[in-house]
């Protein structure tokens, strides 16, 4: 089963999400875009809701944050559904620790899923991903790095993503208005 996700990011300025937009539509597959919200609940656990022009979802991610490969549950509704899940969670006693905003560009590009970000007060953010079985994630890792650097571009270091992260985490309320 396919439950593994797998995936690189890279933070990167305006010009290089312009050029890469420019090639993943040329060498690849455009699939669409679309405006996220995304709130981060206060628990052990990596739990998220979304809301999105396409609907909404909820999901757990296994795993520390950042990591490169972990498993994710993922159930998705329709986009009315989204203030009842978080009235759900706030029930069961989780509050929202970070909501974030973003623009999502997707694309399939060379077999794998491409997304370019634009996420209010964090920056611009290229990940390559790919869902697989838990047997084949170093390979699928290889493959992602490969295709990062195929693009020149070093996948920036987990501890920047956590620098930063905690950043935004500390100062999201006014960085998003």
């Known amino acids: 089963m396919a439950d593994v996700e797998c995936e690189l990011r890279s933070f990167i300025d305006a010009a290089k999400l312009a050029e890469l937009d420019a090639r993943f ?15 981060y609940f206060d628990c052990a ?20 944050l950042h990591d490169d490969a ?24 989780y ?9 999502r560009r997707r694309y399939s590009w ?7 970000d634009s996420t209010k007060g964090y920056g611009d953010i290229l990940e390559l991903e790919s869902l697989v079985s838990d ?15 195929e693009l020149g571009i070093e996948p920036t270091s987990k501890e920047e993503f956590k620098k930063r992260f905690e950043h935004y985490k500390e100062n999201w309320k006014e960085m998003v208005n």
């Open 45 to 64: 656990q990596d739990l998220r809701i979304q809301r999105s022009d396409n609907g909404a979802k909820l999901w757990l991610k296994r795993g520390a």
């Open 135 to 149: 047997g084949e994630r170093e390979a699928a890792l290889v493959r992602l790095r490969g295709l990062m650097a």
């Open 95 to 103: 509050g929202v620790e970070i909501k974030w905003f973003r623009h």
């Open 110 to 116: 060379r077999g794998v899923k491409a997304t370019l």
């Open 70 to 93: 972990r498993e994710e549950i993922e159930i998705r509704c329709g986009r009315e559904d989204f203030p009842k899940l978080g009235e759900v969670f706030g029930e069961l006693g």
């Open 25 to 39: 539509r040329a060498e690849g597959e455009y699939l669409g875009e679309e405006r996220q919200e995304t709130h």
